[in-house]
């Protein structure tokens, strides 16, 4: 009851709707008036809520949200771009049409560098970036001129808990496990993106810390890219997700022209991989698990939306709050599942406790993950 008291005295005339309450002036309240007062207080707070919904309203009514996706056609990004395009301005108020751009930028740290200073800030660009771009900037890489906690995000469409990231080889290659890699085996030739991919960092962590007889091989577009090459016979593997070579390769993984060898991103075994161990399984030494951690922590904010830094509360607050509103949306899920895409959502604040998590990890490991990826300098 004090509390209600100290916001109707201190804080009330300032409310929306307050001067239709004028006249009490006095400290000593009676029955009377204090319910005069909660009265306008209860009305200022309905009438500033609705004030914010119709700016809102009024500011995306009739406009393009453009939806950046900054990798190639034919991955997991851009089919959960175009699916997100496709579902989320039904839950934002005005419903506006969102058009998806495929802007093949590295898998989004210009997006991130342009989201923190010089993109759009009035919540008409968002994007979907890779998992593994925001922990760039806690490395300290010197190409990261963004504070990803400074950044507004939206949430993200997994988890990762019902998927598995997987190092597999083309099924040719004579490895059956993990073992038959071993020396004096010819190394895995590995393929993988741009630094900071996932799909390469997973790859170097692999053979550094696991110490796997494989060598690594950057500079690829996109895991359809690597396919390709592992057909050719240019390389013999990739690191992927499970969901991401069931809902884009699906062809690939029913004719089980793979291989799983090593499975990332879980506590436990995945029941379709269950003869098939995971990266924590191979060492005891708190070292390497310490960095094999760090390295697994942007897998559980696997598929991230975001917008820019600084857009307006009322606009941030109605990008997350449809964001997972279309998460559970009956069509939204069920093209989600003709998509093979899993969706296992958590939303922008789970997003920021991930990375604040990521930001606290002990320097000595960051300074070995950078030496083992090359990143962060």
């Known amino acids: 009851m004090k509390a209600i008291l100290r916001v ?35 009305i200022g707070g309905v009438q500033g809520a609705w004030a ?4 809102v309203e009024s500011f995306y009514r009739g406009r393009n949200i453009t939806l950046i996706i900054p990798t190639a056609p034919g991955g ?10 496709k579902h989320l301005g039904r839950f934002i108020p005005g419903s506006p049409s969102i058009v998806a751009e ?8 210009a997006v991130a560098n342009s989201f923190m200073n010089g993109a759009a800030k009035d919540g008409s660009v968002i994007a979907v970036i890779q998992r593994g771009i925001p922990q760039l900037a806690i490395q300290g890489d010197k190409n990261a001129k963004f504070d990803p906690l400074a950044l507004t995000w939206l949430g993200s469409l997994s988890s990762f808990a019902n998927d598995a990231y997987m ?12 073992r038959d890699l071993a020396p004096p085996a010819p190394p ?4 993988g993106d741009d630094p900071g991919s996932t799909n390469l960092t997973f790859a170097l962590v692999a053979k550094e810390v696991l110490k796997l007889n494989i060598e690594v091989k950057d500079g690829f577009a996109g895991a359809p890219g690597i396919f390709l090459a592992m057909a050719n016979g240019d390389l013999d593997g990739q690191v992927i997700g499970l969901n991401s070579i069931m809902a884009n390769q699906a062809e690939i993984w029913r004719t089980k022209d793979v291989r799983v060898l090593l499975q990332f991103g879980r506590t436990r075994r995945h029941p379709l991989l269950p003869d098939v161990p995971l990266a924590s399984e191979l060492t005891r030494e708190k070292a ?20 820019p830094a600084g857009i307006p509360a009322d606009r941030a607050a109605a990008l997350q709050s449809a964001f997972m509103a279309m998460a559970k949306d009956k069509d939204f899920l069920a093209d989600a599942e003709r998509a093979k895409l899993d969706i ?3 939303d922008g604040a789970a997003v920021r406790n991930i990375i604040m998590k990521m930001a606290a990890t002990p320097k000595d490991v960051i300074a070995r993950y950078n030496r083992i990826t090359g990143t962060g300098r």
């Open 288 to 307: 390497a698990l310490d960095v094999i951690a760090f390295t697994e922590a942007p897998l559980y904010m696997a598929l991230p939306f975001l917008a």
């Open 344 to 346: 296992t959502p958590i």
């Open 8 to 42: 109707l005295l201190n804080s009330s005339p300032s409310l929306p709707g307050w001067p239709a309450c004028a006249g009490h002036d006095s400290f000593f309240l009676t029955r009377g008036r204090f319910l005069s007062l909660l009265s306008c207080a209860l």
């Open 52 to 55: 914010a919904a119709g700016s």
């Open 102 to 109: 495929n802007r093949e930028q590295g898998g989004g740290l």
């Open 167 to 178: 190092l597999v080889v083309a099924a040719r290659h004579p490895a059956k496990s993990l």
């Open 76 to 85: 997991i990004n851009n089919l959960s771009g175009r699916l997100v395009a």
């Open 188 to 191: 895995a030739l590995i393929g």
